[in-house]
């Protein structure tokens, strides 16, 4: 699976490149990690909760840092394993400065996935991921915001991580964005609203609730 | 004329399954049983470095964890189910068969590296995941002509290549007619892998009795008899010690033909070792990979004909996927190359086998078992000849059929069973004129396809002419007997599984002595109750195992007429059997029950004559010269959505020539079904591995098969040449309905499509797939 794209941050390179190489905010920005420690000085270990489509599960890896160029690219190697199979990838971030205190983020990697993930979640595999990035940076976005205006000294920014419910939520919306036309979507709404409404009709005329 | 062969009688075992009456291995429970679940390879090729099974045994109710490691001794590659056949010179044969659990590497997806026993399947899945162990992933062998590349890397890494085998079959000349042909069709087809998915996956119970040294086992194999024989021989019992039952078993499609998968080993080794009783259940996601699969195969193909369609000769030159191990030898590609000049009288033919190990799922038989692809072959390159000639597909098909006064056709090719490939018998025109008339075919060409095209609609139509070889050797076996209730118990040695054994070899019987035929009472794969044979596989069971059961009801009869002679006081000559009475011909009342006659041949008092027999029981065998080979063909209607390229079948036509027909309904049973999976092979049915030898949709959502809204009423026509190999006249039918219809489709598409200029030479399609190729293609009108 080919992992592609770009993602511009409202903040000057090196701030960018700070909050990349720190775990803690890496841990927050991606909800469903559980752990993730620095076992090395450019490597990390950790857990990660993984659901995608029917498949879910606890993948434990590795993330390890390597041609570091700072703060221009760094190559990320993950390696990640568990109960639902397996996802090992490559992939090149580079940074590049806009000039304008913006900072454009390009990414390309290669994942290799297998077991449950691939039999079953395959079909799923690559919107999950797009929108899991997405989400990721996003959430790098708002931290970075967060830290540059403690440092300015303005009103503090509310940095909050969204939740692994939120985070799955945002997923399974995209999801279905993408394989429901945003037509068929209201179609879709307004039956399922119909069909509430008639069964909420059954339900108290027949007093199923007592 | 024929009493009860040929009736459509209703068959006597449907009250039972219809009701929940029937066992199923997974019915079976024992008390203390436990409960195996398999640590299965996420890697389709990848080095066993270490594995830590440590958790997974300290959890509470894990029993045992075994490993390949724990095996010691007993771990051994499981025994091959065919070798290579040896009449024909120039073979290369490479026999690498599956292993019990992984000891050194992983060669495919799903490939079993640890069992955990448990006191319930769910334990036993937890420990699963507790299990610790690291695979270092190699580079996967997927793509047939990469893996045969000097460079590439290898399955087997103690082999020079990935090649498994090869084999070269030649008739006449090939190179000299196609000089001299007006026209050369030169072809690369696709064909790609399917799985049989049959409704009840696997499933083995195993249980020593410590005490008395018996070990029993419920499997799901369509073999019971050499699994047991191959059971005793690898865990150092008598074949006495062990008994196999095959109960019913809901579809068995040829994937539960193969011998010995990992677990069919495991479960029963691990029963001895732990002295308990052991069930293990595959799972649907496991069936993706631990059953079997088949038909993935790369055509290089060539017809040479004269300008009048007369086919010249035939060449084809093809890869065959093995997956990761090749216990079933050559039979598939043999098959392939034995069904490659279809129904045609064809001179010469050049023909070569390559097969290839890559890191997929094992391929073994399923229904068809290599006949769909050389029928595929042969039938496309004659519509494209057909085509480019001008002539219609019916005409070219009659100009080419072997003539009904060449039988017996001997091709001078060996078939699957290492015989000579000989056509005992076929008359094929009346087969393809019948199905033209109840298709409606001039009709449709000439007023309904052009009043429908001219409303816009896609519709077309297909024909296809096949041949089925079936009824292979070595032999089967029965026993018959008479009980005093005057009920008739018939054991034969093959499994069921659904093709209506109960009823049609009850007919069998009540032919020769006159019962009705729900007095018999037929007990199946239980080698306690019959312990020769090999198994049902091959459309087979109606020719061997049924004249086996001919043979034995005839001998029974033999002996009732005799003892009733004795015991009336009339010749054998002038006595009938009738409504299970022996009754005198000109005196009705003049009768004995076949009870009362069982008994006497039984006496608890007196004594048996020296020579003779107790009982009225007889045990016969049957074994064919070589196959007998039944044809027929289909014919379609469809129209295509040209929006959502989903096709709807208008009408379908089968007809079929499977020599004596024993059971009209049951046979129409076995065409619905087959057509319905051929139907799947043709549309729907693909199985996509990704380049690192994942299986990317092992899950009936993603993997799909058709339901009742693809599968069409059939109308069935039904034409008999008798065998001349058995006294029965009978030939195979359990795989024709699968055989011709992915050829039978990708004449019909082309013909619903003639705007496209475009070719179908791959399948299965689906309706992405025929989008993808008409996308892009200029309408050439």
Partial sequence: ?210 | VTKYIGQRILRNEDPRLLTGQALFVDDVEIPGMLYAAFLRSDYAHARLKSIDTSAARQRPGVVAVYTAEDMGEDWKPGPPLVSPPPTVKDVEFYSRTQVPLVKDKVRHAGEPIAVVIAESRYIAEDAVDDIVVDLEPLEAVVDLEKALEPNSVLVHDDLKSNLAACMVQIKGDYSKVREEADLVIKRRLNIDRGAAAAMENRGIVAHWDAKSHFLTVWDTTQAPIPIRNGLALRLGLSEHQVRVIAPFVGGGFGPKMMMFYPEEMLIPWISIKLAKPIKWIEDRRENFYATTQEREQIHDAEMALTREGRILGVSDIFLHDTGAYDPYGLTIPLNTQCHAMGPYDIANFYSEIKVVFTNKIIATPIRGAGRPQGIYVVERLLDLAAKELGIDPIEIRKRNFIPPESFPYDHKIIDQAFSPLIFDSGNYRPALEKAATLIGYDQFVREEQPRLRAKGQHVGIGIVSFIETTGVGPYEGARVTVEANGKICVATGVGTQGQGHFTSFAQVVAEQLGVNVEDIILVTGDTAEFHWGTGTFASRGSVVAGNAIHASALAVRKKILKLASEILGAPEDELELEGGQVRVADIPHQSISLGELASRANPLRGAVEPGTEPGLEATAYFGPKYGATAFGTHAMILEVDPETMMVEIKRYVVVEDCGTILNPLILEGQIHGGVAMGIGNAYYEKLVYGENGQLLNASLADYLIPTATEVPRIIVGHEQTPSPLNPLGSKGAGEAGTIPVPALFAQALENALPDYDFEIIETPLSPNRLFELLYNKEKTK
């Fill in chain 1, 1 to 210: 699976v080919k992992l592609e794209g770009e993602y511009k941050f409202n903040g000057p390179r090196e701030e960018v490149w700070k909050l990349v190489r720190d775990p803690e905010v890496l841990a927050s920005a991606l909800p469903g990690t559980k752990s993730l420690e620095h076992v090395g000085e450019n490597e990390y270990k950790g857990e990660m909760n993984v659901r995608i489509g029917p498949v879910s599960g606890l993948f434990s890896g590795r993330l390890v840092v390597s041609n570091e160029v700072p703060p221009e690219s760094c190559t990320l190697t993950v390696e990640g394993k568990g109960s639902p199979g397996f996802a090992n990838g490559t992939g090149n971030v580079i940074l590049s400065d806009l000039g304008d205190g913006t900072t454009l983020m390009k990414y390309v990697g290669e994942m290799q996935i297998g077991g449950k993930l691939a039999s079953v979640g395959q079909r799923l595999f690559d919107t999950a991921s797009k929108s899991m990035i997405r989400q990721g940076l996003e959430s790098f976005n708002s931290a970075l915001q967060a830290r540059m205006a403690a440092k300015s000294g303005e009103a503090a920014f509310d940095y909050k991580p969204a939740s692994e419910s939120k985070f799955i939520a945002a997923i399974a919306k995209d999801m279905a964005g993408e394989m429901l036309s945003s037509k068929r979507v209201i179609w879709i709404a307004i039956a399922i609203v119909v069909i509430l409404v008639i069964i909420a009709a059954i339900w108290i005329s027949t007093g199923a609730g007592g």
